[in-house]
């Protein structure tokens, strides 16, 4: 089946630093990747759709200049996240929308970041 | 509140019927899916309904959908401890390749021996 890694797995770094996940879809070719948020005991929360090629679409709330998202090629997506405070902890997870099925998104396996 | 509701728990005894229940609020939702975590893995796609549809089965796993309720609910049929997960219900307005999926809580389903 169609396989999504993300790096790196867990991350801590301290506040006021930049982080930077990728996303990979590694056996197919993804336009569309989705990041997600998930805290403990949550559910996931979409924060932007990321197009290969075009500026990433945010949901309302999401701050974009914090949650930087760069598309460059049909299998990487790129999460940044700049400043990085406390409360900016959390895990992320990306998907993929596999080319050619309208139902199928296809998930990463997360990153734990904790900020100190 | 909550677009997609779950409870948060579910426990059942080894071979016995699990159904985990969800409810929506988006009448305008074409595809409901139900997605199982497992610790560090990623989500994993289980079954999708299409909207129109009532019933769907798939091995084990039956899903039925009452659109005029908003009601979706998973059953796992002789349910195994390898079952053991967080379930997610999740719905989408045009299928999930457009755009992002709205997803519950989860419910964690428990077996007892």
């Known amino acids: 089946g169609a396989v999504v890694s993300q790096h790196p797995s867990w991350v801590i770094c301290k506040s006021g630093t930049s982080v930077k996940i990728e996303c990979r879809s590694l056996d197919f070719q993804a336009t569309t990747m989705f990041w997600y948020r998930q805290f403990p005991k949550q559910s996931l929360m979409l924060m932007a759709t990321s197009n290969e090629g075009s500026k990433a679409t945010y949901e309302q709330g999401v701050e974009k200049d914090k949650f930087l998202i760069n598309h460059a090629s049909l299998t990487l997506s790129t999460l940044t996240v700049t400043s990085a405070h406390p409360e900016d902890s959390s895990f992320y997870i990306c998907s993929a929308h596999f080319p050619?099925?309208?139902?199928?998104?296809?998930?990463?396996?997360?990153?734990?970041?904790?900020?100190? | 509140g909550e677009d997609v509701e779950q409870s948060l728990f579910l426990s059942v005894r080894e071979g016995d019927s699990s159904v985990i229940n969800c409810t929506y609020t988006d009448s305008s939702s074409t595809y409901l899916y139900w997605y199982k975590q497992e610790p560090g893995a990623g989500l994993q796609l289980l079954t999708y309904i299409f909207s129109n549809m009532d019933m769907k089965q798939d091995q084990r796993l039956t899903v039925l959908l009452?659109?005029?309720d908003k009601h979706l609910s998973l059953r796992i049929a002789d349910t195994q401890t390898g079952d053991s997960a967080i379930y997610f219900c999740a719905e989408s307005i045009s299928g999930g390749g457009a755009d992002g999926l709205t997803f519950g809580k989860g419910t964690h389903l428990i077996i007892q021996p």
């Open chain 1, 100 to 116: 050619g099925f309208p139902y199928e998104q296809y998930f990463g396996p997360g990153t734990r970041l904790t900020v100190t």
């Open chain 2, 66 to 68: 009452n659109k005029k």
